[in-house]
């Protein structure tokens, strides 16, 4: 149990460190606010997001094998294929605006350029497209957790 208690508070803690670091990257890839401490801003704030999300996939998956419903229960659950299914896809989303981050700070740093309007528009929709989907997962979380889909 007390296992349990642990990976349910690791798995909450690095859901919500996820949803401060995306809306910290949606509040800041505005071209209005775009400067040069801006881009620098949004490399780490998006590594921070990206350690988040491996950090609440790993103590998912501890959660499926160790704890107290056993995999047996998570993983013939549909619901927990629809999460995971909407992680993945979070996850292939933000491949995007991780490589972009880097890209404008590796330009920044060797000519002093700043992104395009256009860019900085693109990789903010994909960021917002991003924490819409976050905020539907943990609804099929909630009845997974009670026993929906069995």
Not at 19 to 31: G, H, K, Q, T
Not at 108 to 119: D, M, Y
Request: glycine share 6%.
């Amino acid at each position: 149990m007390t296992l349990e208690a642990i990976l349910a508070y690791v798995h909450f803690l690095a859901i919500l460190t996820m949803v401060v670091f995306i809306s910290s990257e949606a509040a800041l890839c505005r071209i209005e606010w775009m400067n040069e401490k801006v881009v620098e801003r949004l490399a780490r704030v998006d590594a921070i997001y990206g350690m988040a999300a491996i950090l609440v996939l790993a103590t998912g998956i501890a959660r499926t094998i160790w704890g107290v419903k056993g995999s047996g229960w998570y993983w013939t659950n549909p619901l927990l294929h629809v999460k995971l299914t909407l992680f993945i896809i979070v996850g292939l989303i933000s491949i995007f605006p991780t490589i972009t981050y880097i890209r404008w700070r590796r330009q920044l740093r060797e000519n002093k350029s700043l992104p395009s309007a256009a860019e900085v528009r693109k990789t903010r929709r994909l960021v917002m497209i991003q924490a819409h989907i976050l905020v539907v997962i943990p609804l099929f979380a909630v009845f997974l957790a009670r026993g929906f889909g069995k």
